[in-house]
């Protein structure tokens, strides 16, 4: 099955500077790629997500980018701001109704 | 966006009785909804697929006889925790696809189990 890899852990950043969260996936089917916010004790929020046919993704100060080659995929925020201390998770999916594998969640600090 | 909701938000239960979680989607039919589990600071590990109509897909090391799963309307699935224990504890999620976006899943606001 698939399995997705995610770094760091925590990330600690002063508001304004970028972030940035790095995943790896197992499976080379994997076509769909979802990030998702979660805030403590919440329902995680997808943010943005992207598609394999397509190499980067980006709204506003949120970006994501996606290697196929190297199975890699990672999430931009820029110019951060206190309310995007959150935990954050990457996904990978082989699509339309299936299920999705989660990382295993990176949990981001801005300091202000 | 798609609206999914879920009750009990929380529940307090006695160890060896059975707990009954809904998941509805309340503005789009489902035929697939999705189980998960979280642990405080951990990520969702999927528990099941449940199937309108058909019986739900475990994940392994999930014991289907302890957590079953009924999805018996296009709005509705339910998860049972069936003779709970206290390991049972956890904040359990359902997600749904509309389909109309796409695969966006939308997750559910959790329930929260907390078996003494």
């Known amino acids: 099955g698939e399995n997705v890899e995610q770094h760091p852990s925590t990330l600690s950043v002063q508001e304004g500077d970028s972030a940035v969260i790095k995943c790896t996936y197992s499976?080379?089917?994997?076509?769909?790629f979802p990030w998702y916010k979660q805030e403590l004790g919440k329902r995680p929020q997808l943010i943005i997500d992207?598609?394999?046919?397509?190499g980067e993704k980006k709204d506003q100060r949120i970006a994501v980018t996606l290697n196929k080659t190297a199975k890699h995929f990672s999430l931009h925020i820029t110019e951060t701001q206190p309310e995007d201390s959150a935990v954050y998770f990457c996904?990978?999916?082989?699509?339309?109704?299936?299920?999705?594998?989660f990382g295993t969640g990176t949990k981001l600090q801005v300091i202000p | 966006g798609a609206v999914v909701s879920q009750h009990p938000s929380r529940v307090i239960c006695k160890s060896g009785t059975s707990v009954k979680i809904e998941c509805r989607s309340l503005?789009?039919?489902?035929?697939?909804m999705f189980w998960y589990r979280q642990f405080p600071k951990k990520s969702l590990m999927l528990m099941a697929t449940?199937?309108?109509?058909?019986?739900?897909?475990?994940e392994q090391g999930v014991e289907k006889d302890k957590f079953l799963i009924n999805h018996a309307s296009l709005t509705l699935s339910t998860l049972t925790v069936t003779s709970a224990h206290p390991e049972d504890s956890s904040f359990y999620i359902c997600?749904?696809?509309?389909?109309?976006?796409?695969?966006?899943?939308?997750f559910g606001p959790g329930t929260r189990l907390l078996v003494l």
């Open positions: 996904a990978a999916s082989l699509g339309g109704y299936q299920k999705v594998t």
């Open positions: 503005d789009f039919q489902a035929t697939t």
């Open positions: 992207i598609r394999s046919n397509v």
């Open positions: 997600s749904a696809t509309p389909g109309s976006e796409g695969e966006t899943q939308y």
């Open positions: 449940s199937n309108e109509g058909s019986k739900a897909t475990y």
């Open positions: 499976d080379s089917a994997s076509n769909y």
